[in-house]
Nanobody
Framework: VQLQASGGGLVQAGGSLRLSCAAS????????MGWFRQAPGKEREFVAA????????EYADSWKGRFTISRHNTKNTGYLELNSLKPEDTAVYYC???????????????WGQGTLVTVSS
């Protein structure tokens, strides 16, 4: 399984970005795609995850309401929409694929390379 994350960049506080994660190499009907982020000097933390088959999503409470996860089944692409961005949202955002809906980093078997989001004040 290969994951290619994209869509990061520099944005002003209050702005929005849509991150994409293109998946290839396997049929994803029974998988879960998760998004995590890692700020400088901090541990990687869960943002959101979505079941590829049902579309059921789970969010970390910290970002519920500002971030939205979605997927396009036929394109094998997942998305994370980031709204009302704050400087503290600056981080490398990673997509990952696993077999169950979990907030745990260890629950995901495949990881993308990450895409950097920088939010200026």
């Amino acid at each position: 399984v290969q994951l290619q994350a994209s869509g990061g960049g520099l944005v002003q506080a209050g702005g929005s970005l849509r991150l994409s994660c293109a998946a290839s190499g396997r049929t994803f009907s029974n998988y879960v795609m998760g998004w995590f982020r890692q700020a400088p000097g901090k541990e990687r933390e869960f943002v959101a995850a979505i079941s590829w088959s049902s579309g059921s999503a789970e969010y970390a409470d910290s970002w519920k309401g500002r971030f939205t996860i979605s997927r396009h089944n036929t394109k094998n692409t997942g998305y994370l929409e980031l709204n009302s961005l704050k400087p503290e949202d600056t981080a490398v955002y990673y997509c990952a694929v696993g077999t169950r809906l979990t907030m745990s980093v260890g629950g995901y078997n495949y990881w993308g390379q990450g895409t950097l989001v920088t939010v200026s004040s």
